[in-house]
T-cell receptor, first 112, second 115 residues
Framework: AQSVTQPDIHITVSEGASLELRCNYSYGATPYLFWYVQSPGQGLQLLLKYFSGDTLVQGIKGFEAEFKRSQSSFNLRKPSVHWSDAAEYFCAVGANNNDMRFGAGTRLTVKP | NAGVTQTPKFRVLKTGQSMTLLCAQDMNHEYMYWYRQDPGMGLRLIHYSVGEGTTAKGEVPDGYNVSRLKKQNFLLGLESAAPSQTSVYFC??????????????FGQGTRLTVV
């Protein structure tokens, strides 16, 4: 069965610093991959997705992610973090059925 | 355009009580989902629906029932609440199957505490 691992539970970065959030997946075929962001007290919002083509995908709010099949990874990056990026980030993989499996999430804290 | 709306936003139940969570979407989506979110476990699918009048079990369905009598509404019921059902519940909807790469639209969540 498909699964998603986000190795980092909590990450703290300084405002203006670069960011990379890790995501590893387990799935037998080419997966559909997503990154969602959850601001405090809010639902999840889609940042970006990958399902074919260019392995570097651009999303909203200046985020990008790179699909690396050889490493089964889909890491999220941002070159310069803003205080408003503080949130929880979820990686997810689309499954064969109607399900989508989510990682446990990475909470991002941004230091001034 | 409200998107996906969940009611209530907060609720405290006593063990053994019942309640229904309502999810309403105004995007004419066929697919609707109920997830629960627990610390360190991400979101886990409880039940989902592929259209009006249909429901199916997800990853963690025990202790919950659902109904989709109208296309725009997806109800999640707890017949006899247990402390293990303390969680944040999210409803989501999609226009087509979630696994084909479509974006899921989420409600703001319902924080349920069972004491």
């Amino acid at each position: 069965a498909q699964s998603v691992t986000q190795p980092d539970i909590h990450i703290t970065v300084s405002e203006g610093a670069s960011l990379e959030l890790r995501c590893n997946y387990s799935y037998g075929a080419t997966p559909y991959l997503f990154w969602y962001v959850q601001s405090p007290g809010q639902g999840l919002q889609l940042l970006l997705k990958y399902f074919s083509g260019d392995t570097l995908v651009q999303g909203i709010k200046g985020f990008e992610a790179e699909f690396k099949r050889s490493q089964s990874s889909f890491n999220l990056r941002k070159p310069s973090v803003h205080w408003s990026d503080a949130a929880e980030y979820f990686c997810a993989v689309g499954a064969n059925n109607n399900d989508m499996r989510f990682g446990a999430g990475t909470r991002l804290t941004v230091k001034p | 355009n409200a998107g996906v709306t969940q009611t209530p936003k907060f609720r405290v139940l006593k063990t053994g009580q019942s309640m229904t969570l309502l999810c309403a979407q105004d995007m004419n989506h066929e697919y609707m989902y109920w997830y629960r979110q627990d610390p360190g476990m991400g979101l886990r699918l409880i039940h989902y629906s592929v259209g009006e009048g249909t429901t199916a079990k997800g990853e963690v369905p025990d202790g919950y029932n659902v109904s989709r009598l109208k296309k725009q509404n997806f109800l999640l019921g707890l017949e006899s609440a247990a402390p293990s059902q303390t969680s944040v519940y999210f409803c989501a909807s999609t226009p087509v199957r979630m696994n084909v790469g479509t974006e899921a639209f989420f409600g703001q969540g319902t924080r349920l505490t069972v004491v």
